[in-house]
């Protein structure tokens, strides 16, 4: 394995910190800095971009990101456990490396952070899906992020970039392409963490479009979507019942068949349903 910084292996760190995986933090480290650093490529560019980096752990995608010139790092962890290991590498690192301890579910760093900026992340799959959700339904648009590099498990990751006619095409596709380009950018086998995980992970892509591909209203839209795809097996014009009395008439003017289910529907006509749903 060649070195990609001064420091020592992840392996040592983790020793010499008592850094054992603690599963109630969702925590199945990467310890390959090679692969990290390949995460870290997925993000793009990093030389002229703040990276917000949620749960560092003991660091090894920190050091992947720093080592592939990410301007500066923000990343927040929860354990103060990892907090000597990660000062370590902001002392190799001077001045590009900040961390703040907190739950990134009750803190939002972003204003401490220079445009443009960067998100790349190893966290445990459920804070990943919440943040995911809460990053691509800001108030305003576009949001505080360039991109985001977020690993998930395999099967969130697919339901994120799913298209219509799939099983794993839902809320989650339908909002992530609404706001973003998003793809799977790398799968990872579950022995590429220590501990290994019991499934499979991968890494998702995701950049900020600079308006939604298509006009809506979010809140109307989440409503729409949310909806349809609670009940996905029925047909539209019962799931969505409650929305209008009409709801036959308005979905035939947004070009849905009321007899279809939600999962045939593309974002367009998600859209368009929820701008005629407005009116
Ligand atoms: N990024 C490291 C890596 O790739 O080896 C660690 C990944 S581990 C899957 C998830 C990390 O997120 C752990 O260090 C855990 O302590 C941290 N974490 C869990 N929940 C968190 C939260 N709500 N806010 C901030 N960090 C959290």
Redesign the pocket.
Known sequence: MSQIDTLPP?RQVIADHELSA?KS???????DLNL?SKIARQAGDLSECDVL??????????RGLLAEGARRVLA????TR?LPALNEIAEAYPDRLMVIN?????LDPSDQLVPPIRVA????YN?GTELLIRWLTPPSWPPFWQSLTL?FQREVAERIVAKPGSKAYGRLAVLAAWRSDAKIAMHLPPDA?TPPPKVSSAVVHLDALPEPRYPAELKQLETVVARAFNQRRKMLRAALKGMAPDIEDRLIAAGIKPTDRAETVDLEQFCTLSRILNT
């Open positions: 992840l603690r933090l969702g925590q199945n480290f990467l310890l990290t980096e949620i749960g560092p752990g003991p660091g090894g995608l920190t927040v962890e929860k354990d990892c907190a739950d990134a579910l009750k992340s190893n966290l445990p804070v690993m963490f």
